[in-house]
């Protein structure tokens, strides 16, 4: 099914009500102090 099909136009939209009806979405306290780190470590590297 390409990205031109009608239903998948149909479908995204039922995707994104379902997301919003389910509530804010967070992002979980652990993921963002793993991916802070994988970036500060990227970057570390990068500079030294």
């Known amino acids: 099914m390409g990205c031109c099909s009608p239903n998948y136009h149909k479908q995204v939209e039922e995707q994104e009500e379902q997301i ?11 993921l963002k102090l793993s991916s802070g780190i994988i970036v500060l ?6 500079i030294f």
């Open 20 to 30: 919003n009806d389910q509530g804010s979405e967070r992002i979980p306290l652990w």
């Open 41 to 46: 470590a990227a970057i570390g590297f990068y």
